[in-house]
C-alpha cells in the first residue's frame, strides 16, 4: 500500500499528512478499485480512461504550481515537493499501464473485443484500415519536417504526436506528424463474429502509411509522443472591461502556449529524438515519462461506443422521488427546447422541502423541472441561478433563456473560470446575453464555486420564493455518474439570504452576515468551528457527542486542529472523504477518536454533508464546500442547513450506510495508508451505493424520458 506520509520519529508523528501523497494514494486507490472483476469489463476500461484523465488534470493544474514553488510554501510540505513526488507519480504511472497492458486487454480479450497493434491485424483489417486512412485521415493531415538543429513546432496540449526519424542524403531529418483531434483516436472493426470487434490505435495506422505522407524521404522510424502545459490561465486583471474577451484569448494561448509541465514518449524513442525534444521544450529528464505501451489511456473512453452492452454496469434508471410519485411522470421534449413539466413541483416545495440524492433520484424530474416550471410559469417574476459547470446541451439553461426571451428577468452569474470548463461556460454566457438574460461573472478575487437557484413568484398580495441548493453541478449524464443531494425549499430565511447572496454576486451590495446559510469566505470556516467545539463541550459536559462529516478533500490545518481537540476531548468524529485527506486518524491521545473512510464504487461520491448530534438535538447541513484553504477562503461556498427532523434522520442514516460499506470503502490508517475492510471468509460484502438503488426502487417512481430529436 502506498503511503501519503512518514512518521519523522516512531513517537511523534507529523500532525498532516502530505498533501501530494495523499492525492496519488487516492488515485491509486482507483487503479485497485479496477481489478475488482465482479464488474463488466468494458465498465473497468472506461474507469481506467477516467483514473487516467485525472492524472492528466494532475499534471496540468497541479504540478506548475509545484514547479514554481521555492522552499517550503503553503502548498507544499517539502522545499521540493515535486522532487518528493516523482517516484511516486512514476510508479502510478507504470501501474496504469501494467493494469491495462496485462489485465484488461486480455479480459477484454476473453469478451471478444481486442485492442490490438495495427501489425497484428489480419489482411483484411489491414486493407480496412488503409482505406479508412486514404478516405478520412490524409484529407486532415499536416505532415511538416525540420531539421534537428531547428526548433521544433508547437504541440498542443495532450494531442498526441509523431515524431518520424527521416533519412535523406543530405543527413536526417525529423518529421512531425499530429493526430487530428477532429477523428477518433481509435479504429473500431468488426470482428469474426456478431459480437466480435477489434480496435486499433490510430497512430499506428498513420505510422503504417508514412511513405504516403513522406514520399521523397526513407522512414527509418516512428516514435508517438504526448506534451501536457499548464492549465494555469496566467493572472487575470480582475478590472478587465471584458472579462470574458480576455479569458477566451487565454484559452486560445493555453492550448499552445501553455508551459511544458510533462513528456510523455514510447520506450523506443531513440535518445537524439528524445533530447531533441525535451531541450526544445525545456524539459529535463524528471519531467520525461517513456511508456511501454499506448499514450493518452484517457481516450479509452471512446470505446463505449462498442454495442456490447453486455460488457457495461448496467445503467441505472433514475427515479422520481417518493414525494411526487403521486404526481404524473415529467415527459422531457426535443433536446433543442426546454424541458415541459406535467407536475406542479412549486406547489409541493410549498408544502414541504424536497431532499434530493443523485443519481438515485431524477435531475430530470425535479431540478430541470423546476426551473423549466419557474420559466414557463407567468406568476413567477425573476429566476436567478449560479453556473459553475453545465454540459454541452443544457436543458436548465435553455429553460433561462425561453424565460429571458418572455420578459423575465434573469439573472445568471457564470463562473468563466472553472478549471477546464472555461469554453463551454462562455458559450451558454454569450447564448444567455443574446437571449436577454443578464450574465455576471462573478466576484471579483474568488471563484463562485456554489450551485444555487433563487425563484420569485408573485401570490395573492406578496411574493413568495422557491429555491435550489444542491452540492453538485448542472452535469447529470458523466460517464461515471456523480452522487449528489439537493434541497428544494420554498423557506423564508433561506429565500431572505439567497436574495442577498445574489445581491453581492451581481455586485449591488456589500457582503452580509447571513442568518440561516453558512456562506464562505467569511464566515462558514467560523461556523464550522463553532460547531466543532461546541460538541467537543457537550462531551467534557458527558453529553452524546458525535460529528460524521462527508467531504471530497480535507486539508485545512485550521479545521483538522479543531478536530483533533474535539477527538481528545471524547468526540466521536466519522469522516468521509473521497480524496485527499490531511488530517492523520488513530494517533493515541490526538486522534484515536477520529474514524477517516474512503467510498469509491461506480459513483463518484461528490455530496458534502456535516452531521452533528449536538446532545440529542440532531443538525444537519449540506453544501458545496469541501474543508481546504481554498474552499473555506478562496471560493464562494454555501452549506444550507436540513430543517425537517425527517430530513436530518434520512441524511444521517445515509451516513451511517456509508459508514458500514465494505464493498468500495477503504480505511485510512495512522501512517498514511489505506486498506480494505477484513472480513470474515465467506461473509458478503455491503455496497452502500446499492442499497441506496434498492431503497429508491422501493419508494420512488421509475422515470423514463423522450430520445433526443
Not at 526519424?165 to 525529423?174: H, K, M, N, R, V
Request: glycine share 4%; proline share 7%; charged share 20%.
Amino acid at each position: 500500500m502506498l503511503s501519503s506520509s512518514e512518521f519523522t520519529s516512531n513517537n511523534h508523528p507529523p500532525r498532516l499528512l502530505d498533501r501530494e501523497l495523499s492525492w496519488i494514494a487516492f488515485n491509486r486507490r482507483l487503479i485497485y478499485d479496477l481489478a475488482d472483476t465482479t464488474q463488466p469489463p468494458l465498465s473497468r476500461l472506461l474507469r481506467l480512461a477516467q483514473a487516467a484523465a485525472a492524472l492528466d488534470e494532475y499534471f496540468m493544474v497541479r504540478v506548475p504550481l509545484l514547479k514554481t514553488a521555492h522552499g517550503p510554501v503553503a502548498i507544499a510540505d517539502h522545499p521540493d515537493s515535486l522532487q518528493h513526488i516523482r517516484p511516486y507519480l512514476r510508479a502510478l504511472v507504470a501501474r496504469q499501464q501494467a493494469h491495462f497492458i496485462y489485465n484488461l486487454k486480455p479480459c477484454l480479450g476473453q469478451h471478444g473485443v481486442h485492442l490490438v497493434n495495427y501489425a497484428a491485424l489480419s489482411d483484411r483489417q489491414q486493407q480496412h484500415g488503409y482505406q479508412r486512412f486514404e478516405d478520412e485521415v490524409v484529407p486532415v493531415l499536416t505532415a511538416l519536417i525540420t531539421s534537428p538543429l531547428k526548433p521544433t513546432p508547437d504541440f498542443s496540449n495532450l494531442s498526441l504526436h509523431l515524431a518520424v526519424w527521416l533519412e535523406t542524403g543530405q543527413g536526417d531529418q525529423l518529421g512531425w506528424v499530429k493526430l487530428p483531434r477532429v477523428l477518433p483516436r481509435f479504429i473500431i472493426l468488426s470482428g469474426t463474429g456478431a459480437t466480435e470487434w477489434v480496435a486499433t490505435p490510430l497512430e499506428q495506422v498513420i505510422a503504417a502509411h508514412l511513405p504516403a505522407l513522406y514520399p521523397k524521404y526513407q522512414v527509418r522510424g516512428c516514435f508517438p509522443f504526448r506534451v501536457t502545459r499548464s492549465a494555469n490561465l496566467g493572472t487575470l486583471d480582475s478590472e478587465t472591461a471584458n472579462l470574458l474577451e480576455m479569458i477566451q484569448e487565454s484559452l486560445q494561448q493555453r492550448q499552445q502556449q501553455g508551459r511544458p509541465v510533462r513528456l510523455e514518449v514510447s520506450k523506443t524513442m531513440p535518445d537524439w529524438v528524445r533530447s531533441h525534444l525535451t531541450t526544445n521544450l525545456q524539459l529535463g529528464p524528471a519531467d520525461t515519462y517513456q511508456l511501454h505501451g499506448w499514450s493518452g489511456l484517457s481516450d479509452l473512453k471512446e470505446l463505449a461506443r462498442i454495442p456490447r452492452p453486455d460488457l457495461f454496469v448496467p445503467t441505472w434508471q433514475p427515479v422520481v422521488p417518493a414525494a411526487l410519485v403521486t404526481q404524473p411522470k415529467p415527459v422531457m421534449r426535443s433536446w433543442a427546447a426546454a424541458p415541459e413539466p406535467t407536475q406542479d413541483l412549486l406547489a409541493t416545495i410549498a408544502q414541504r422541502d424536497l431532499l434530493l440524492h443523485f443519481p438515485y433520484h431524477s435531475f430530470a424530474a425535479t431540478v430541470e423541472s423546476f426551473v423549466a416550471q419557474a420559466a414557463l410559469d407567468p406568476a413567477v417574476l425573476a429566476i436567478k441561478m449560479t453556473l459553475y459547470r453545465t454540459a454541452v446541451d443544457a436543458p436548465i439553461v435553455r429553460s433561462l433563456m425561453a424565460a429571458a426571451k418572455t420578459g423575465k428577468q434573469i439573472v445568471v452569474l457564470v463562473e468563466l473560470t472553472a478549471p477546464l470548463d472555461e469554453a463551454i461556460n462562455i458559450h451558454w454566457a454569450k447564448r444567455l446575453e443574446k437571449a436577454g438574460a443578464h450574465v455576471v461573472y462573478g466576484v471579483v478575487g474568488f471563484r463562485t464555486h456554489t450551485n444555487l437557484v433563487l425563484v420569485a413568484r408573485r401570490e395573492k398580495q406578496q411574493i413568495r420564493q422557491y429555491a435550489y441548493l444542491g452540492t453538485g453541478d448542472y452535469l447529470p449524464d458523466r460517464p461515471q455518474p456523480y452522487e449528489d443531494l439537493g434541497l428544494l425549499t420554498s423557506r423564508a430565511d433561506i429565500g431572505v439570504d439567497l436574495s442577498h447572496l445574489f445581491n453581492f454576486l451581481t455586485g449591488c451590495s456589500r457582503q452580509v452576515d447571513y442568518t440561516t446559510l453558512m456562506v464562505a469566505p467569511g464566515q462558514l470556516k467560523q461556523q464550522l468551528t463553532r460547531l466543532i467545539e461546541r460538541e467537543a463541550h457537550h462531551a467534557r459536559q458527558g453529553q452524546p457527542a458525535r460529528l460524521m462529516a462527508k467531504l471530497n478533500l480535507l486539508a485545512d490545518p485550521d479545521i483538522i486542529e479543531a478536530l483533533y481537540e474535539a477527538a481528545a476531548a471524547g468526540v466521536e468524529i466519522d469522516l468521509i472523504v473521497r480524496s485527499i485527506c490531511r488530517l492523520r486518524p488513530g494517533v493515541p491521545g490526538r486522534s484515536d477518536r477520529i474514524r477517516v473512510v474512503s467510498i469509491l464504487g461506480e459513483y463518484v461520491e461528490h455530496s458534502r454533508i456535516l452531521y452533528c448530534q449536538n446532545a440529542g438535538q440532531p443538525e444537519a447541513w449540506i453544501g458545496t464546500a469541501d474543508w481546504t484553504p481554498r474552499g473555506l477562503n478562496q471560493r464562494i461556498e454555501v452549506m444550507v442547513p436540513i430543517d425537517a427532523p425527517e430530513l436530518i434522520t434520512d441524511l444521517h442514516q445515509r451516513l451511517e450506510c456509508l459508514l458500514t460499506d465494505t464493498q468500495n470503502s477503504w480505511h485510512l490508517q495512522s501512517n498514511g495508508q489505506y486498506i480494505r475492510p477484513s472480513l470474515p471468509p465467506d461473509t458478503p460484502r455491503r455496497s452502500a451505493q446499492e442499497t441506496f438503488r434498492q431503497l429508491a426502487q422501493r419508494s420512488g417512481h421509475r422515470v423514463t424520458h423522450a430520445q433526443p430529436q
